[in-house]
């Protein structure tokens, strides 16, 4: 069996998570950069306290899929640490800055099919 593979790009300022399942179809969900901001504002103003994706949904007002696209970059890139199934901590201090150059080192990656 096959397993699960997930992978992020930035592409025109749009952080992507494309996923190819076990089952089912492939399928991409996608976060913009302003959006990526508020998640990574509305986890600073956690405190450090456990919280969970539909924290962040609610605080910021955007989609679940956008949300959960952010989280699962972060959790992927190490700032982000999967408590129990819906809680996420803290990982490292800076959450925007880490966040941030995370983000931007990502766009400036080039995309291997550009080079062939």
Known sequence: MT????????VAAVLERHVVPVRGAPYVHSCEKQTFIEVL??????DGR???GETIVDQIDEPSSRVFAALAFLHE???LDRLRRQSCALCLGDI???GMIE???LAEK??????L
Not at 3 to 10: G, K, S
Not at 41 to 46: G, L, V
Not at 110 to 115: M, S
């Open 50 to 52: 456990l919280f969970s």
């Open 77 to 79: 890139r190490g700032l």
């Open 96 to 98: 925007f800055l880490n």
């Open 110 to 115: 080039p995309n291997p099919w550009e080079l």
């Open 3 to 10: 397993a699960r593979r997930e992978d992020f790009r930035v």
């Open 41 to 46: 504002h509305a986890i600073d103003d956690q």
């Open 103 to 105: 983000f931007c080192a």
